[in-house]
């Protein structure tokens, strides 16, 4: 049974910094390109960042500069490292695990950028 969970969200002040981790089991996690998405309400779900299996990083341009994405194929976990939240940021944060025709998703885990 294939799991992605993710852990790390909560409410920060804008500006601040926050690092959310997805935990992988039931696949060959070093296979896989990992993805953060996020979805704010009355938005579709957009892709953040995502990292293939061998390391190459990509962003969406709205956070280049201020995320990080890295993995840890020893722990099946990857990261998105986030700072100079902005209140823009606020949506649910998801992981994505893809390998060829299979996909899958975590349940996500809310992050909001408010003082």
């Known amino acids: 049974q294939v799991q992605l969970v993710e852990s790390g969200g909560g409410l920060v002040q804008p500006g601040g910094s926050l690092t959310l981790s997805c935990e992988a089991s039931g696949i060959t996690f070093s296979r896989y390109a990992m993805g953060w998405y996020r979805q704010a309400p009355g938005k579709q779900r957009e892709l953040v960042a995502n990292?293939?299996?061998?390391?190459?990083?990509n962003y969406v341009d709205s956070v280049k500069g201020r995320f990080t994405i890295s993995r840890d194929n020893a722990k099946n976990t990857v990261y998105l490292q986030m700072s100079s939240l902005k209140p823009e940021d606020t949506a649910v944060y998801y992981c994505?695990?893809?390998?060829?025709?299979?996909?899958?998703w975590g349940k996500g885990t809310l992050v909001t950028v408010s003082s």
């Open positions: 994505n695990a893809k390998w060829l025709s299979l996909d899958y």
């Open positions: 990292i293939t299996s061998g390391r190459t990083a």
